[in-house]
């Protein structure tokens, strides 16, 4: 009659067993992060295994990282180790269970960090047998053999967990991709917004200061381009930040750039956010222009320089860029005030707390902008950048 109701025991606490791994796979089918399935498994191994304690660990690249653990006492929550140095490393590198009836006489194990812990057996199972991601170790205080059943059922909780982990990494992976896209889609619409305002701002004055319809087309469509232009820069570099000689390189382009020896340009890195970089080319845009219509350009042996640098301004550190034209005619003051002398001395200078000032000196036009480093100019790493650039 004793093997009877033994053997009844046994069945009843087998089919507990079967019925807590079924509703374990089953929850695991319902998580959606890494930590979810850490907390599932971790209480679930140990009512299928019996045993006293229950860590999940993961594999982050050449370490093992203790995720969670439940425990009749303290173990290695939150801890990495070399896969080399710990059995979950072992099991993940070969692919296999490993049951361990006696903790101290398996060279496998390091002692040491086992002796302050109740541990005495174990069995760490692999999560995913081909290039594991995980292990469950399955820990008892007292020494034991563990049947071959309870294996199964760690074994076949570890397949689960397998799935269940990549779901998580998944449904992650997407969360993240619908979110970047709802962040593109505000970002598109404040770049459009912003664009067309300032293709409405060009159209106004160029209009208001336009001689004639002729002279308006060929004003705003040079605007236009030259704002074409910023945006391309902007899109190579991924509208991060730019640094300013490749923004008076883009605004130079249409004129020879940079190779040109007419052109000299030298000064250190300077980080400029995307709205800045956009301001700073259309500023060049204008010297550009008008230094062809008037300007150095017009003339055989002229000279532009463009020099930058960071000095003190207001008492604080600051870029001070100037723009130097020499060796063209004669320069004289305009009689009046174009959309183009306004962006230039009020434009950048003032959107960036700084000054501006144009300069017509007989023997050349010169242009000197002052403004503070902040978030949107700030100075880059790196060496000055090369002076002259010859063809």
Request: proline share 5%; aromatic share 6%.
């Amino acid at each position: 009659m004793l093997n009877v109701a033994n053997a009844g025991r046994s069945e009843q606490a087998d089919h507990a067993a079967l019925l807590t791994l079924v509703e374990t796979i089953e929850a695991l089918s319902g998580t959606r992060t890494i930590e979810d399935v850490a907390a599932v498994v971790r209480s679930a191994a140990r009512r299928i295994s019996g045993a006293d304690g229950v860590c999940i660990v993961l594999r982050d690249g050449d370490l093992c990282w203790y995720l969670d653990e439940d425990a009749i006492g303290p173990m290695w929550k939150g801890q990495r180790f070399p896969m080399t140095a710990c059995i979950s490393g072992w099991a993940m590198l070969h692919g296999q269970t490993a049951v361990i009836p006696d903790i101290y006489v398996d060279d496998r194990i390091p002692h040491d960090a086992y002796r302050p812990t109740f541990v005495k057996s174990l069995v760490m199972t692999p999560v995913r047998v081909k290039d594991p991601i995980a292990a469950i170790g399955a820990y008892w205080a007292v020494g034991q053999t563990p049947a071959p059943d309870t294996v199964i059922r760690l074994e076949t909780m570890a397949r689960a967990t397998a799935a269940a982990i990549e779901n998580a990494n998944l449904y992650a992976s997407l969360t993240e991709a619908l979110d970047r896209r709802a962040f593109l889609l505000r970002e598109l619409d404040h770049r459009v917004k912003n664009t067309l305002a300032s293709v409405q701002s060009i159209a106004r004055q160029t209009l208001r200061n336009a001689p004639s319809p002729a002279d308006f087309i060929e004003s705003f469509e040079s605007r236009l381009l030259g704002l074409s232009r910023a945006h391309e820069l902007l899109t190579r570099q991924g509208w991060g930040r730019t640094d300013l000689r490749e923004v008076l390189e883009a605004a130079l382009q249409p004129f020879g750039g940079l190779a040109d020896p007419r052109f000299t340009a030298r000064g250190p890195a300077i980080a400029l956010t995307p709205e800045t970089a956009v301001a700073l080319h259309m500023t060049l845009h204008e010297l550009m222009v008008n230094a062809a219509k008037h300007g150095a350009l017009t003339a055989a042996s002229g000279q532009i320089t463009v020099v930058w640098r960071i000095e003190a301004v207001n008492g604080a550190p600051g870029l001070v860029l100037e723009w130097v034209e020499r060796g063209g005619p004669p320069v004289f003051v305009p009689k009046r005030q174009g959309f183009g002398t306004r962006l230039l001395e009020r434009g950048v200078a003032r959107d960036l707390g700084g000054e501006a000032k144009l300069a017509y000196q007989p023997k050349g036009l010169t242009y000197l902008l002052r403004v503070p480093l902040s978030e949107r100019v700030a100075a880059g790493q790196g060496s000055e950048t090369a002076a002259r650039t010859t063809a």
